[in-house]
């Protein structure tokens, strides 16, 4: 049975359907296996505070038609207290239920008596929602049914996360319509966000390749430690005391491995796009982190030098990242066939008046003189050369940020791309939130 509902559910939102579309799907498979029952999803707002219509199924819409709106609080029906406590709710009987006292009106389209709200969250454990089972008997759920409804609002958590992150495919279908248009500035702005579009998943692929490699550390350690475990258990003369020590080992491990994979959920989906206040420091070791595995894939070694007091800048840390990472991997892929020894890349950033610089240097052969000057060009992403890099979209990012990127061959050898960025302060902030960055969006 859940085979083919979340079959059902994912082609949806592989497809880039909307999110309304993607949960009536999920909403109709199991109004289908189990007729008796009745389901609602109800979304929480972005202001946090009220309730929007999600999927109600074959409940009558204008039951959703009055929940649409309705503020979350202590005696919001099911599903509005269900979010507010962030907990599940159960009510045996709609029609005389405290919790519906001022919902009575809505109560009264229905013929079901039970309702059963459990709170939806997403990947970071943050409610988004409710799924509500609506059921004609007056009682309370089976632990069969409770399993269930924590399987669906577990489901929807998903649905609503990928369809997030696969957004920008529905994106691209109206980016290869305006292709067909033939109208010039319609067709630049097409082509560059189909190059944001690769550049998007591209850095996501190579980041994703250094997690999974972090990833499988911790767990080789905890497959170690658990078969020391094995073997001095299958053993009579062993000392009891070195089996905890092993086992801390293990916990030690687990927790490791539960960070990076949020780091990997963190990189996946999407965030708030706008302005922050950004510790580069902390930025650059989480790209040289991501890119560990890669750097080690192409035999190069990265060094990096952070003035010690390094103000912070304001933008979105994620697009910024997203640079950094496109930088490490461009100098990476220079070094590839070098028979220099050793390979380096050099990642430093200094204060420069109002502005902080921030250099990626490598000791690769020097960029060919006929790219330098148009580096960050759109059409230079057509040369092999430069796979990967994205330079326009760097380039555009850095722009938004009102900033600066540009490139230049070294003179004892190598090339370096250096990027400036405004130092955060009141005039730089009263800009971005006026104006916040445009860059391109994330995978949201």
């Given at each position: 049975m859940w085979r083919a509902c979340y079959s059902a559910v994912f082609r949806a939102v592989i497809?880039?359907?909307?999110?309304?579309?993607i949960l009536a799907i999920l909403i109709e498979e199991i109004e289908c296996e189990f007729p008796e029952l009745r389901c609602s999803i109800l979304l929480l707002d972005e202001d946090g505070e009220h309730l929007r219509r999600g999927a109600a199924g074959r409940l009558p819409a204008a039951l959703i038609d009055i929940m649409d709106g309705l503020k979350i609080g202590p005696s919001a029906g099911c599903c509005g207290?269900?979010?507010?406590?962030?907990?599940p709710v159960f009510v045996q009987n709609i029609h005389d239920d405290p919790l519906w006292a001022d919902l009575q009106n809505a109560a009264s389209l229905l013929s079901m008596q039970a309702c059963w709200s459990m709170p939806i969250r997403d990947h970071k454990d943050r409610v988004v929602g409710a799924f509500a089972i609506y059921c004609m008997e007056n009682r309370e759920p089976k632990s069969s049914e409770v399993a269930l409804l924590e399987e669906?609002?577990?489901?929807?958590?998903?649905?609503?996360?990928?369809?997030?992150?696969?957004?920008?495919?529905?994106?691209?279908?109206?980016?290869?319509?305006?292709?067909?248009?033939?109208?010039?500035?319609?067709?630049?702005?097409?082509?560059?966000?189909?190059?944001?579009?690769?550049?998007?998943?591209?850095t996501i692929h190579e980041s994703m390749a250094g997690m999974i490699h972090k990833l499988n550390q911790p767990l080789s350690a905890i497959s170690n430690f658990a078969a020391a475990c094995r073997n001095m258990l299958n053993h009579a003369n062993t000392n009891p005391s070195a089996i905890p020590t092993s086992l801390d080992c293990i916990v030690e491990q687990s927790h490791r491995a539960a960070q990076i994979a949020h780091e990997i959920l963190d990189l996946t989906c999407p965030g708030v796009s706008g302005h922050e206040e950004i510790r580069l420091d902390r930025l650059i070791a989480d790209a040289v982190s991501s890119m560990e595995f890669e750097s080690r894939r192409h035999q190069a070694g990265i060094h990096v030098d952070l003035q010690s007091d390094l103000p912070t800048i304001l933008g979105d840390s994620i697009q910024i990242r997203q640079v950094l990472l496109n930088l490490i991997r461009y100098a990476c892929e220079r070094l590839t066939g070098s028979e220099i020894e050793p390979r380096e890349i050099q990642i430093r950033a200094r204060a420069r008046g109002?502005?902080?610089?921030?250099?990626?240097?490598?000791?690769?052969?020097?960029?060919?003189?006929?790219?330098?000057?148009?580096?960050?060009?759109?059409?230079?992403?057509?040369?092999?050369?430069?796979?990967?890099?994205?330079?326009?979209?760097?380039?555009?990012?850095?722009?938004?940020?009102?900033?600066?990127?540009?490139?230049?061959?070294?003179?004892?050898?190598?090339?370096?791309?250096?990027?400036?960025?405004p130092i955060a302060s009141k005039d730089a902030m009263a800009d971005l939130v006026t104006n916040p960055p445009t860059g391109y969006d994330r995978l949201s």
């Open positions: 497809a880039g359907e909307p999110l309304a579309k207290t269900a979010i507010f406590l962030n907990r669906l609002a577990h489901w929807s958590g998903m649905m609503i996360v990928q369809s997030q992150i696969l957004h920008p495919i529905a994106e691209h279908r109206m980016v290869e319509d305006a292709l067909q248009t033939g109208e010039e500035p319609f067709r630049i702005l097409a082509e560059q966000a189909c190059l944001a579009h690769v550049a998007r998943w591209s109002t502005f902080v610089e921030i250099d990626v240097e490598d000791n690769g052969p020097e960029i060919p003189l006929e790219y330098l000057p148009k580096l960050f060009d759109p059409l230079i992403t057509n040369q092999p050369e430069f796979a990967g890099f994205g330079p326009s979209i760097s380039k555009t990012i850095i722009e938004s940020h009102r900033g600066e990127i540009q490139a230049e061959n070294h003179p004892g050898g190598g090339a370096i791309v250096r990027i400036r960025l």
